[in-house]
Structures are given as structure tokens and as C-alpha cells.
């Protein structure tokens, strides 16, 4: 981290086994715990560290277990470093339970979404928007958004990812 940091760094330390553990229990399985987390203040660095998009705020390296999260986000505001790094670590958790399995980036990202457990009205919006104007995306569409292949924007992209899967999550127990 961040020498700038440090007690948040320490703080967010204290709570990781607690999120992991959280990530583990909805995936019904037990994971190689080891993970590299690294902290810094902006997103511009992540993006920069990574060769990410610019409006990134966290990276995982799920082969590896690296996550890297910012404590600002792009246009500066402070992001939610839990939901944030819960995100990320869905992304590891899930490339861990699969043996590393090629998965849809969608599903990727629409698992990470879904753990973030937070309401975000925007990508609500984004989601209404999309159902209501182009219509929603059949899956090689969504899937090609993330590869900046269509004209679907990241935030619809994401939105319709998140949607799905929890409707996949939460149909069947």
C-alpha cells in the first residue's frame, strides 16, 4: 500500500478473512487462501500499473491471486474499498473454483458484480435504459462489450452482466 495509507491498509487487513470467507461460503467451497493485495490512492495508478482503462478502480490477476484496488476512484472520489475488494476477489475465487476453466468474461464480471451486494442506482439506471431503449444484449453482444468489440458502453455491459447472474444466483436454491 501506499505509505499514505497505512490505516486504512491496516483496517481493510483486519476485515479480509472475513470477506474471503464470505466470498468462499457463497460458492460452497473452500479455496487456496493466498492472495497479494495491493492498495494505492487513485485509480489513474491502477490504471497505469495495469495498462487498464482509466476508469478502472481495481484489477485482479485471478491465475495469480494479485488484486490491486484503488482508494479513490477516477473522477476522485472516495470508492468503498470492501465492495471493491470483494469484487476483485470474486474474480480470483471464481477462476480457483473452476480449475481456471475458460468463463465468459460476462459471467466473470457478473459474478464479481453480484458480490458487491450494494444497491447502485446508476447501473440500475443503465440497465433500465438499456432494456427499455436498445433492447438487451443476446450474449455474444454482452460478451464482446467487454472487449470494446460493440457499441454496448462498459456500465450497460457490466449492469446486464450483474442482472443475469443474479437472476441465475437467485432462481433456484
Not at 495495469?50 to 484489477?59: F, K, L, N, Q, S
Not at 443503465?126 to 457499441?151: I, K, M, N, Y
Amino acid at each position: 500500500y501506499e505509505p499514505s495509507l497505512h490505516n486504512e491498509a491496516m483496517e481493510l487487513a483486519q476485515r479480509i478473512p472475513v470477506l474471503w470467507s464470505g466470498v468462499e461460503q457463497t460458492l460452497s467451497t473452500d479455496l487456496d487462501d493466498r492472495l497479494q493485495i495491493t492498495i494505492l490512492n487513485n485509480a489513474g495508478r491502477v490504471a497505469e500499473a495495469t495498462d487498464m482503462p482509466h476508469w478502472v478502480a481495481g484489477v485482479a490477476h485471478p491465475s495469480t491471486g494479485e488484486i490491486m484496488i484503488a482508494r479513490h476512484g477516477p473522477q476522485g472520489a472516495p470508492t468503498n474499498l470492501d465492495a471493491l475488494l470483494k469484487h476483485e476477489m470474486a474474480h480470483v475465487a471464481l477462476e480457483r473454483a473452476t480449475a481456471g476453466a475458460d468463463v465468459p468474461r460476462w459471467f466473470h464480471e457478473g459474478i464479481a458484480e453480484s458480490f458487491e451486494e450494494n444497491v447502485d442506482i446508476a447501473r440500475a439506471q443503465t440497465l433500465a435504459g438499456l432494456v427499455f431503449g436498445r433492447g438487451v444484449p443476446d450474449l455474444d453482444s454482452l460478451e464482446a462489450s467487454f472487449h470494446g468489440e460493440d457499441g454496448i458502453d462498459a456500465g450497460a455491459a457490466y449492469a446486464a452482466a450483474r442482472d443475469l447472474v443474479n437472476f441465475l444466483r437467485y432462481r433456484d436454491g
